[in-house]
């Protein structure tokens, strides 16, 4: 079972989230022993450990040994206390050794080594790294010989001084958010170079709980799939409910609380550990009540394949968040670009929503399942591929055989000539395919050419209704418009009421993006 494996397993069995830290420093052990000699220290910070062990074990997802306060212990016997720290915690319990290595090619498989090693190493189970030298630095602590393994990258740090690298912004990120998305690449990157049994991502986050706003574009840049930990509630003042609520995945997990002083340092370990994994657990569950919430309010609800196309919208670039100026002079707090689908995997999950879309509508498929259209038309240029991609996945995902036609912006004087390519579309039902409408000029001169041919536009689909208003003068917005004066429907994979219920029901975007959706919608929106 890889490292990750077991973590989620651990989680889930003991139903805790939370990971205790061993740092035998020197203000934690007995002055005398310190003093003493190195055999003397190296002791009490074993017994130190191992009572912290004892009684926090039935609590404690993983362990988190901190390797520089057993180095400090002396250059004879620190890191044999460390190993045999290490051999006391129960097998079923991880091992993360927070060492914090960064480094390049034979010293970082040195490294690995000495960290992993069940003979002459440390025999940890993952490891802390920093990431700042690439995946170089990174990959031989979690491919080859030790696929298994897992490593948590610095992305954000709790420290104040992490903002003077982590949050320098680079061209539309930070670079902790560059380093989030880089976790993700490089667990797929380990599982090419070095496949297992397990899908589990071999890399998570080490984001600090002091900095809500920051873990929230982390969890948000990485993904719902990998683990975040999250040091800084108790001692350094993380807010344990504004931790939750920013860094938990959709399912309430992927994040862990790692706590040292507050449970050394408490008259009772035992006690204090339940305690903090309760409390953790009654942050969670405060989270998951408060988007249940969310998800059971009236609004706007949202497809699967709605949620699906958003998901993959985001991660191809093609919808962003942030501030933009339109054509109109307003300025939108998001931005949807159809020409970044520029990938064959984009591409084939984008026609597999527009037939979705398309099927899941009342008014372009009737009460026996079948379309109310013969041949789909793409009018140039955006519309040929896409009028394409929807005819191919409306074939292969629903059965559906139609035709398929496009124009050419210029008339042909040789071969068949003409503007027109494709199927016939004379005394044909035809559906429109585009992008998205703006002024809906390109769907009506669609409209127009295809009643000279004597062919009856039947419906149009996009994929994105801005469903916003033309002017504040006009209650209509260009899609409605076009509905109505060609009499019509308009059929988008998604509206901006799907946009904004995605953002309630996720657990990647902080309240401020909704907010500015949500008050842009209630301004604009029709």
Same mark, same amino acid.
């Given at each position: 079972?890889?490292?990750?494996?077991?973590?989620?397993?651990?989680?889930?069995?003991?139903?805790?989230?939370?990971?205790?830290?061993?740092?035998?420093?020197?203000?934690?052990?007995?002055?005398?022993?310190?003093?003493?000699?190195?055999?003397?220290?190296?002791?009490?910070?074993?017994?130190?450990?191992?009572?912290?062990?004892?009684?926090?074990?039935?609590? !404690?997802?993983?362990?988190?040994?901190? #390797?520089?306060?057993? &180095?400090?212990? *002396?250059?004879?016997? +620190?890191? @044999? %206390? /460390?190993?045999?720290?290490?051999?006391?915690?129960?097998?079923?319990?991880?091992?993360?050794?927070?060492?914090?290595?960064?480094?390049?090619?034979? !010293?970082?498989?040195?490294?690995?080594? #000495?960290?992993?090693? &069940?003979?002459? *190493?440390?025999?940890? +189970?993952? @490891? %802390? /790294?920093?990431?700042?030298?690439?995946?170089?630095?990174?990959?031989?602590?979690?491919?080859?010989?030790?696929?298994?393994?897992?490593?948590?990258?610095?992305?954000?740090?709790?420290?104040?001084?992490?903002?003077?690298?982590?949050?320098?912004?680079?061209?539309?990120?930070?670079?902790?958010?560059?380093?989030?998305?880089?976790?993700?690449?490089?667990?797929?990157?380990?599982?090419?170079?070095?496949?297992?049994?397990?899908?589990?991502?071999?890399?998570?986050?080490?984001?600090?709980?002091?900095?809500?706003?920051?873990?929230?574009?982390?969890?948000?840049?990485?993904?719902?799939?990998?683990?975040?930990?999250?040091?800084?509630?108790?001692?350094?003042?993380?807010?344990?409910?504004?931790?939750?609520?920013?860094?938990?995945?959709?399912?309430?997990?992927?994040?862990?609380?790692?706590?040292?002083?507050?449970?050394?340092?408490?008259?009772?370990?035992?006690?204090?550990?339940?305690?903090?994994?309760?409390?953790?657990?009654?942050?969670?569950?405060?989270?998951?009540?408060?988007?249940?919430?969310?998800?059971?309010?009236?609004?706007?609800?949202?497809?699967?394949?709605?949620?699906?196309?958003?998901?993959?919208?985001?991660?191809?670039?093609?919808?962003?968040?942030?501030?933009?100026?339109?054509?109109?002079?307003?300025?939108?707090?998001?931005?949807?670009?159809?020409?970044?689908?520029?990938?064959?995997?984009?591409?084939?999950?984008?026609?597999?929503?527009?037939?979705?879309?398309?099927?899941?509508?009342?008014?372009?498929?009737?009460?026996?399942?079948?379309?109310?259209?013969?041949?789909?038309?793409?009018?140039?240029?955006?519309?040929?591929?896409?009028?394409?991609?929807?005819?191919?996945?409306?074939?292969?995902?629903?059965?559906?055989?139609?035709?398929?036609?496009?124009?050419?912006?210029?008339?042909?004087?040789?071969?068949?000539?003409?503007?027109?390519?494709?199927?016939?579309?004379?005394?044909?039902?035809?559906?429109?395919?585009?992008?998205?409408?703006?002024?809906?000029?390109?769907?009506?001169?669609?409209?127009?050419?295809?009643?000279?041919?004597?062919?009856?536009?039947?419906?149009?689909?996009?994929?994105?209704?801005?469903?916003?208003?033309?002017?504040?003068?006009?209650?209509?917005?260009?899609?409605?418009?076009?509905?109505?004066?060609?009499?019509?429907?308009?059929?988008?994979?998604?509206?901006?009421?799907?946009?904004?219920?995605?953002?309630?029901?996720?657990?990647?975007?902080?309240?401020?993006?909704?907010?500015?959706?949500?008050?842009?919608?209630?301004?604009?929106?029709?």
């Amino acid at each position: 079972m890889s490292f990750f494996d077991q973590i989620q397993s651990r989680s889930e069995s003991i139903n805790s989230l939370l990971c205790v830290g061993l740092d035998p420093h020197q203000k934690e052990l007995p002055a005398d022993q310190w003093s003493a000699s190195e055999e003397s220290r190296c002791e009490a910070a074993y017994q130190f450990c191992k009572r912290i062990i004892d009684a926090t074990a039935e609590h !404690t997802v993983c362990y988190k040994p901190n #390797a520089a306060f057993f &180095e400090a212990l *002396g250059t004879k016997l +620190g890191n @044999v %206390t /460390l190993r045999r720290v290490i051999d006391a915690i129960p097998n079923d319990i991880p091992v993360l050794l927070d060492v914090k290595r960064g480094d390049i090619g034979s !010293t970082a498989a040195a490294y690995a080594e #000495a960290c992993y090693e &069940e003979k002459d *190493g440390l025999n940890a +189970g993952g @490891v %802390t /790294l920093s990431p700042l030298m690439g995946w170089d630095s990174v990959s031989p602590f979690i491919t080859g010989k030790y696929a298994d393994k897992g490593a948590f990258v610095l992305c954000k740090t709790s420290n104040p001084g992490s903002n003077d690298i982590l949050a320098l912004n680079l061209q539309q990120q930070t670079v902790f958010e560059k380093i989030a998305g880089l976790a993700n690449e490089w667990s797929s990157s380990a599982a090419s170079d070095s496949p297992t049994s397990s899908t589990t991502p071999r890399l998570g986050l080490v984001v600090g709980a002091t900095d809500p706003s920051s873990l929230s574009k982390a969890r948000k840049a990485a993904g719902s799939k990998l683990w975040i930990l999250a040091p800084g509630v108790g001692a350094q003042g993380g807010d344990l409910d504004a931790a939750c609520r920013a860094g938990l995945n959709d399912e309430g997990t992927g994040m862990l609380i790692p706590v040292s002083r507050g449970i050394s340092r408490a008259t009772d370990p035992a006690a204090e550990a339940m305690k903090l994994k309760e409390g953790i657990n009654a942050a969670r569950k405060a989270v998951l009540d408060e988007r249940g919430e969310k998800r059971d309010q009236p609004g706007d609800s949202i497809a699967p394949y709605q949620k699906e196309f958003l998901e993959f919208s985001l991660k191809e670039g093609v919808l962003k968040f942030g501030s933009f100026v339109l054509k109109s002079g307003r300025t939108s707090p998001y931005f949807f670009n159809a020409g970044l689908f520029s990938s064959g995997s984009a591409l084939h999950k984008l026609g597999k929503a527009y037939a979705a879309a398309i099927m899941s509508s009342k008014e372009l498929v009737d009460k026996d399942g079948n379309v109310t259209f013969d041949v789909v038309f793409g009018p140039a240029y955006k519309g040929i591929s896409l009028g394409a991609l929807v005819c191919s996945a409306l074939y292969s995902d629903f059965g559906v055989e139609t035709g398929f036609a496009y124009n050419r912006k210029e008339a042909k004087d040789h071969g068949e000539g003409g503007i027109l390519v494709g199927s016939s579309m004379a005394n044909k039902r035809v559906l429109v395919v585009d992008d998205v409408i703006t002024a809906g000029t390109a769907i009506r001169e669609s409209h127009t050419l295809l009643q000279k041919i004597e062919a009856t536009p039947v419906g149009v689909a996009i994929a994105l209704d801005r469903a916003e208003k033309r002017s504040l003068e006009d209650p209509l917005s260009a899609v409605q418009a076009v509905a109505r004066d060609l009499e019509i429907p308009v059929v988008s994979i998604v509206a901006l009421p799907q946009l904004q219920e995605y953002l309630k029901l996720s657990s990647e975007y902080d309240e401020d993006v909704l907010k500015l959706v949500t008050e842009y919608r209630s301004q604009y929106g029709v």
